[in-house]
């Protein structure tokens, strides 16, 4: 009897434990067939929003931040990982009693990603940022696009967790026990010595040494590895639009990682690439939130009106010039096709509270004039022109007013004589 509810006492303290802790997928917000990338996506993520230095004085992110820690530890094990998929929370607990698992320090693991022992502070050491320019297409600018690219980022080295050693075995510097400097004596005159400090060159100033270094870093504790961004170019983003990837620059056990800054800059468009649907818009000029575009006429279009012509825009769209008979467009002149511009960014990216405002197309006309037209056709205008040249003709010249002759030349020209 007494066994007996002992060990329902028992049972119901487990049932509760297991309601408190969270599933692991849920609290990466994964799905269960996860890959290892998105794991590790995922973590990166969570564990850079909920870190304590980032929310000082609120201690759900602090549980939060352990308790991401934790669901990544058991979730990019595979050994681990198929234990909670098949016992859950008390699987994975036995198995890291059992079996020779350390238990990590949620800030060790954390600075195994963005170095620097796991703080922010600013009193730490920090890398530098890091700046990188992307070229995006007009194209892509206007309809928004997510692009990736690769670049080589200095990672902590995962063989070796950062510590350049084999076997986990790092020696404090015997020439420098352990200070990384080295204090020599220099002699001024005879018997005038002075002390300067140096660097040691045992330990090249860390103060430890490495007796069997690591095979992947070779004692250095970091690599260089081809790393994948993911950028998202938003509708009508700025030319020159900047994306911040915080502590996504070179990692290193030394120091926070810097920022890496991604610059979104509008490139020549690549006429194979960029323009599968011979869009007209890849040609467009852009300036702020408006487009231009010079469109050409021939005399007729011009004089007579009676045209019309179909803009390709750069998502596809029809944008519809042309004029009646009897209209006529003067050369160089430009037309305002009101919200056929780029869309307008917003900060806040595309939400339910705002319709996505346009800027405006300029469009300016060149008119084209024939030089070789067939000779009947060249005397049937002459014809008409003469004819009504000299009933109704203007003559520009007369009309300026200007003069015939030099004006001024007279007198110079008699002192030069
Ligand atoms: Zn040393
Ligand atoms: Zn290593």
Known sequence: MWLRAAALLLLLAFAQLVLCAEDYYKLLGISKDATEKQIKSAYKQLSKKYHPDKNPGDPTAQDKFVAVSEAYEAL?????????DQYG?????????????????????????????????????????????????LRDFYNGKTVEFQWDKQQICEECDGTGSEDGRVDTCDVCRGHGVVIQKQMLAPGMYQQVQMQCHACGGRGKTIPHKCPVCGGN???????????????????????????????????TAGDLIVTLT????????????????????????????????????????????????????VVRLGRKRG????PGHTETVKGEGMPKWHENG?????????????????????????????????????????????????????PDKPVVAEDHAHEEL
């Open 327 to 330: 209209e006529v467009v003067q």
């Open 89 to 137: 929370h008390e699987g994975v607990k036995q198995q890291k009693q059992g079996g020779g698992f350390q238990q990590h320090d949620p800030f060790d693991l954390f600075s195994r990603f963005f170095g620097g022992g796991g703080h922010f502070g600013h009193q730490q050491r920090r890398g530098q940022n890091i700046e990188i320019k992307l070229g995006i297409s």
């Open 221 to 255: 504790r970091v690599v260089r590895k081809p790393t994948t961004v993911s950028v998202t170019v938003e509708r009508g983003a700025p030319n020159g639009a900047r994306v911040v990837y915080e502590n996504e620059a070179d990692a290193s056990p030394d120091y």
């Open 350 to 402: 595309d939400s339910v509270y705002h319709t996505t405002e346009f800027g405006d197309l300029y469009v300016t006309y060149t008119v084209v004039l024939p030089d070789q037209m067939e000779s009947g056709m060249e005397k049937d205008f002459w014809a008409t022109f003469e004819k009504w040249r000299k009933k109704k003709g203007v003559d520009l010249h007369a009309d300026s007013g200007r």
């Open 266 to 317: 509008q490139k020549e468009p690549d006429l194979e690439q960029d323009n599968p649907d011979r869009v007209d818009g890849v040609f467009f000029r852009r300036r702020g939130d408006d487009l231009f575009w010079t469109e050409v006429l021939s005399v007729r279009e011009a004089w007579m009106g009676d045209w019309t012509r179909n803009l390709t825009h750069l998502d596809g769209h």
């Open 76 to 84: 990019s094990d595979p050994e681990l990982r198929r234990v909670y």
